[in-house]
């Protein structure tokens, strides 16, 4: 089945600064990849997303990139600030039955 | 819209009971809807996909008889915990997908904090 695999599990950078998150998936018949934003005991918020008949997409701060040679996408943040802290999962969408199969998290900590 | 809702937000349970917890898809049809759980500071893991008037699939590794799941309607799935252990106590999430779109995106609940003593 597929699996994803996301890295690093924790993050720290300066507010203002760029944080990159990195995962790859196992299957190549996954055509969906969101990412999603956590806050402790809530529930994940879709923060971007991206198909597989696109390379990147951008969403002010926010930016996804797709290589499906590869088989690697990456969320960037830019000119990060306090509230971007929170617990950061990609996922990646298996083409038959539509669900939704996560990475392990990202915790980013934005140092004011 | 596509608003998601969970009840009970949190519950607290005697080992060996058993839970229902409802996911409600409020304003939009759902023949499908998922279960995940999520242990504290780990990811979310699928346990199986609800499918309205079938029965439920599950992921490997996941009790069918210990995790009950009915989806007797376009805008509700539940899951029911049976003889629940402290094993069991953990962060429960359902997300729906739209029927009839042909977009990918799923919406999430809220969640439902479980806790067995």
């Known amino acids: 089945g597929e699996n994803v695999e996301q890295h690093p599990s924790t993050l720290s950078v300066q507010e203002g600064d760029s944080a990159v998150i990195k995962c790859t998936y196992s299957?190549?018949?996954?055509?969906?990849f969101p990412w999603y934003k956590q806050e402790l005991g809530k529930r994940p918020q879709l923060i971007i997303d991206?198909?597989?008949?696109?390379g990147e997409k951008k969403d002010q701060r926010i930016a996804v990139t797709l290589n499906k040679t590869a088989k690697h996408f990456s969320l960037h943040i830019t000119e990060t600030q306090p509230e971007d802290s929170a617990v950061y999962f990609c996922?990646?969408?298996?083409?038959?039955?539509?669900?939704?199969?996560f990475g392990q998290g990202t915790e980013l900590s934005v140092k004011p | 819209g596509a608003v998601v809702s969970q009840h009970p937000s949190w519950v607290i349970c005697k080992s060996g009971t058993s839970v229902k917890i409802e996911c409600r898809s409020l304003?939009?049809?759902?023949?499908?809807m998922f279960w995940y759980r999520q242990f504290p500071k780990q990811s979310l893991m699928l346990m199986a996909t609800?499918?309205?008037?079938?029965?439920?699939?599950?992921e490997q590794g996941v009790e069918k008889d210990k995790f009950l799941i009915n989806h007797a309607s376009l805008t509700l799935s539940t899951l029911t915990v049976t003889s629940a252990h402290p094993e069991d106590s953990s962060f429960y999430i359902c997300?729906?997908?739209?029927?009839?779109?042909?977009?990918?995106?799923?919406?999430f609940g809220p969640g439902t904090r479980l806790t067995v003593t």
């Open positions: 997300s729906a997908r739209p029927t009839g779109t042909s977009g990918p995106q799923q919406y």
């Open positions: 299957d190549s018949a996954s055509n969906y």
């Open positions: 991206i198909r597989s008949n696109v």
């Open positions: 996922a990646a969408r298996l083409n038959q039955g539509g669900k939704l199969i």
């Open positions: 304003d939009f049809q759902a023949t499908t």
């Open positions: 609800s499918n309205e008037g079938s029965k439920a699939t599950y």
